[in-house]
């Protein structure tokens, strides 16, 4: 079993910085591929980022690309997630995910159903 609780949400103005945190607890097996999904009102659920983390490998968004940054604290056993110039229609649910990676995780880490574990999610709202 895995458990994830983010923190780090809030409200920002357009272009402003904010800083979300996962802390993971259980299998590390089972939490290999962790990845940062958003879901607005209304809208489906996507992907954001996502890390392969034995394999060190990152995944990103054409939409945030170069502006948002996936991490992980090894010695917190915290995923992280740098958002740099906030745009207000990235105003969202954010929600950590993990699981075991699957064979092709580089063509599927921004489906929601590849991940068994999910955090209650945290509310970023970015005001123009």
């Known amino acids: 079993q895995v458990q994830l609780v983010e923190s780090g949400g809030g409200s920002v103005q357009a272009g402003g910085s904010l800083r979300l945190s996962c802390a993971a607890s259980?299998?590390?097996?089972?939490?290999?591929?962790m990845a940062w999904f958003r879901q607005a009102s209304g809208k489906e659920r996507e992907g954001v980022a996502a890390?392969?983390?034995?394999?060190?490998?990152?995944y990103y968004s054409d939409s945030v690309k170069g502006r948002f940054t996936i991490s992980q604290d090894n010695a917190e056993n915290t995923l992280t997630l740098q958002m740099n110039g906030l745009k207000p229609e990235e105003t969202a649910m954010y929600y950590c995910?993990?699981?075991?990676?699957?064979?092709?995780?580089?063509?599927?880490?921004?489906?929601?159903?590849?991940?068994?574990?999910w955090g209650q999610g945290t509310q970023v709202t970015v005001s123009s």
């Open positions: 259980g299998s590390t097996y089972s939490r290999d591929c």
């Open positions: 890390l392969y983390i034995s394999g060190s490998t990152t």
């Open positions: 995910a993990a699981d075991v990676c699957p064979p092709d995780y580089g063509g599927s880490w921004n489906i929601p159903a590849e991940y068994r574990y």
